[in-house]
């Protein structure tokens, strides 16, 4: 009976190459695309999830009020660690984590930069990195010990032993390499390349005791016997026992699970809101279900649409004693068979795109063959798919009576609603949900990258400070300018894309004492409105030259000034980390953080800061940008000639702030296309389907007198009424998801019409041109073939 069923299935493939090519590359374009999206899903959801003792692991965070909000963030102070530990006995360990920038690593002639962390000498007991080589418990004891990924050792030392060796970091210390450690997962939120022991950051004057300098990640790791219950009480008022202004305040402290750390991030007033992350990840997961979902859909409406061709057939069977649960295993397990094929054609599909797919997302997916849960999750896969697809046939074939099959009156009078349509339009409202949501999402990164930044980013690029740089950057500056490389050069706290110090509890004349606004903090020493043309609303630029007072000068922006409520700003005085620094200028807000959030109010402070880490020139715009940057490098390397010249364009930095959106977009549009794709084949399918059975009909209407586009029209109205009904379903569930989903952004487009008419055109026109092929082909048929068998 088996052998019959498989005999069977495949004398049907055969017999219907047409309808069986599309069934099995709709549903492997289908899969292909929800195996994709399950990857990403997956890497997603086990971020960090590795860790043997995750489950004990949690982030310290801060929770105060600013703004008449309750905010939270997870930077805290360096002191936080050691005190916890002292103080709370649940706690096991906690450990510091420091972020290193671009340090230079030297070792012979060879030298490279590259990012890694400085952590407490517990972070190899409290997280499962694994160490290749080298004692866990002792690696960082040392203050120049250093651990080394497999990739940076190979890239330092070749093929030798790393283990033991010595290397300079910074052009300063020597330090021994006392482990190797396997490469980061692409997984996990620690993506650094080296480690180096907390007791040298001390070393180098980079530790503190302050609980005002919230400047570091602090991971605690609670005892086994601990809950979380027995220590937030104590955790919510620690700070306030070391801290007079936390007490004031009411400063709270709190810790965040790992398991939540990647996924949910959002708070409201101080309050876990469960967004974050895990909304794109139910979005693509729910876009992966409906995409497999139309790709059955497909298969489903194909073969019931071809019930007349395995009616008799049925009949038969039941004539000679099959049972209906036996016609339902024999059609299912045709489906199942139908889908290891697609599956076979998806697998290929998702091996070839893996590259592309990988770039796009800015991921390391891959399919890992060597694990037998990935073949007893791929066989899952395909018996899901298969039972899915073949579900309503099998039942729809199983249910015909041989009595009536037989005679040739099984057949029903068209209905107003079937099952086929509703499919039908099913594929399509998600289909134009999707080209909806695309548009509205490009819309809103468009008006974010349009939105004036408020200052010129053309030709402008920044360098960090390394070595020498500050030494001597008085010859460098002079030197950009003489070469005629540069037309303006400052120095900086930050880059211009960045905010690396906010603070608050300023002071000013006629300050409301309940007043908690947050300030961003940025330092420049001179002409930093020259070098980046911002607008002056008030006052003048910083010129040391002209004015040595503007060392103590401070500019600030729109939004400041609506805080500190000065009629005449310009000379008021505004104390700050111990000094009065007197207001020289208003400028116009500038963004320097995300384009689709509020400007927040802004101090620009003069050089008496002395916090300076990058420097920032303005090309000369009059010359090529190559040969500006070649002159550049030359003198960098003449005055700091150990290190690389490792310049950035503000204008790229500033880019990279649309990259999730953009990714969401691209993602959009590439399910919305692939969903559209496997939707017309469908169509196609059923269009073919029609015009064959239609074809005496056809041959009729042409013998009297009917036109092309009468018959085209009459092939075509029925389908174009399904995705018109498609879209007036879709039309208001689309706009209600991107109202949602524009709501978590301060700057928004509003949804307009036009894009609901724009997406009912597409579809149409898409469905028109899927389905017009076989219409065109049916009507301009010689009727004397389809009628010369009656």
């Given at each position: ?109 060879k030298r490279i930069m590259k990012s ?47 283990m033991g060796k010595i290397l300079k ?281 349009d939105r004036q930044t408020g200052y ?335």
């Amino acid at each position: 009976m088996i052998k019959n069923f498989f005999k069977t299935a495949y004398r049907n493939l055969v017999r219907n190459k047409g309808f069986s090519t599309i069934n099995i590359t709709g549903l492997a374009i289908g899969m292909a695309s929800a195996m994709l999206i399950l990857l990403w899903i997956q890497n997603e959801v086990s971020y960090d999830q590795f860790h043997d003792k995750k489950d004990r692991i949690y982030e310290a965070w801060n929770r105060a009020r600013f703004d008449g909000k309750l905010m939270c963030w997870n930077t805290t102070p360096k002191i936080l660690a050691r005190t916890l530990e002292h103080d709370l006995p649940e706690v096991e360990r906690a450990v510091r984590v420091n972020w290193n920038s671009n340090l230079l690593f030297t070792v012979g002639d060879k030298r490279i930069m590259k990012s890694g962390n400085t952590v407490d000498t517990g972070f190899l007991q409290m997280f499962s990195f694994p160490l290749l080589r080298g004692n866990p418990a002792t690696a960082l004891n040392d203050m120049h010990s250093i651990l080394l990924t497999e990739k940076m050792a190979k890239s330092l030392f070749g093929n030798e032993d790393a283990m033991g060796k010595i290397l300079k970091v910074d052009n300063k210390d020597n330090f021994t390499v006392t482990g190797i450690l396997k490469d980061f997962p692409n997984h996990s939120r620690f993506t650094s390349e080296y480690l180096i022991p907390w007791s040298y950051l001390r070393h180098t004057g980079g530790d503190d005791s302050s609980w005002g300098n919230n400047s570091t990640r602090t991971y605690v790791m609670l005892k086994p016997n601990a809950t979380l219950a027995s220590v937030a009480p104590k955790l919510q008022v620690l700070k306030q026992k070391y801290d007079e202004e936390a007490r004031t305040d009411k400063w709270e402290m709190f810790i965040y699970p790992l398991r939540k750390w990647r996924l949910y991030s959002g708070f409201t007033n101080g309050v876990e809101d469960g967004r974050g992350r895990i909304e794109f990840v139910r979005l693509f997961g729910i876009i992966a279900a409906f995409i497999l979902l139309i790709a059955c859909i497909n298969f489903m409406n194909l073969s019931t649409a071809r019930s007349e061709k395995r009616a008799k057939e049925v009949g038969i069977r039941k004539v000679v004693g099959a049972r209906k649960g036996t016609l339902v295993g024999q059609f299912i397990g045709e489906s199942i068979l139908l889908s290891f094929l697609a599956a076979l054609l998806a697998l290929i599909i998702v091996v070839i795109s893996l590259p592309a797919y990988n770039q796009l997302t800015d991921k390391k997916l891959f399919i890992d063959f060597a694990d037998i849960n990935t073949w007893l999750a791929g066989m899952g896969f395909i018996v899901f798919t298969g039972v899915l697809a073949g579900s309503y046939p099998a039942f729809f074939l199983s249910s015909f009576q041989p009595a009536k099959v037989l005679k040739g009156t099984f057949k029903k009078v068209h209905a107003l609603v079937t099952p086929r349509k509703i499919l039908v339009v099913l594929q399509f409202t998600f289909a134009i949900i999707l080209i909806i949501c695309t548009i509205i999402v490009k819309q809103q990164i468009d008006y974010a990258r349009d939105r004036q930044t408020g200052y010129d980013k053309n030709n402008l690029v920044y360098h960090f400070f390394s070595n020498d740089i500050e030494k001597n950057y008085a010859l460098i500056k002079n030197e950009l300018l003489a070469s005629g490389a540069a037309t303006s050069v400052v120095k900086t706290n930050s880059p211009l894309t960045e905010v690396w110090s906010d603070g608050w509890g300023q002071e000013w004349e006629g300050k409301d004492p309940n007043d908690k606004t947050d300030f961003y903090r940025y330092v420049a020493d001179d002409g930093l409105g020259t070098a980046t043309g911002m607008q002056f609303v008030q006052g003048r630029d910083f010129d040391l030259k002209k004015f040595p007072t503007d060392s103590t000068g401070m500019i600030i922006n729109e939004s400041s000034l609506k805080v500190m409520k000065f009629k005449e700003p310009l000379g008021k005085t505004v104390k700050d980390n111990g000094i009065s620094w007197h207001i020289i200028g208003v400028i116009k807000d500038f963004i320097i953080t995300s384009p689709y959030e509020p400007i927040r109010p802004m101090l620009i402070m003069g050089a008496k800061s002395n916090w300076f880490q990058t420097v920032l020139i303005k090309l000369n715009d009059k010359q090529p940008v190559a040969q500006n940057l070649k002159a550049a490098e030359t003198i960098f390397k003449k005055y700091n000639p150990e290190y690389p010249f490792d310049y950035k364009f503000v204008d790229e930095e500033y880019a990279k702030k649309f990259e999730n959106e953009q990714r969401q977009g691209t993602l959009a549009a590439l399910f919305a296309g692939l969903t559209i794709f496997i939707s017309c084949l469908g169509l196609f399918g059923l269009a073919t389907y029609m015009a064959e059975n239609r074809i005496k009909e056809i041959g009729v209407r042409k013998v009297l007198g009917a036109s092309v586009t009468g018959i085209t029209a009459l092939l075509s109205k029925d389908f174009l009424k399904l995705v018109i009904v498609s879209f007036i379903i879709a039309a208001p569930l689309s706009w209600w998801a991107m109202y949602k989903w524009l709501q978590d952004y301060s700057y928004r487009v509003s949804i307009q019409w036009w894009v609901f008419a724009l997406a009912c055109l597409v579809s149409v026109m898409i469905a028109l041109l899927t389905i017009s092929y076989q219409s065109i082909k049916a009507a301009v048929a010689n009727p004397v073939k389809s009628l010369r068998t009656e």
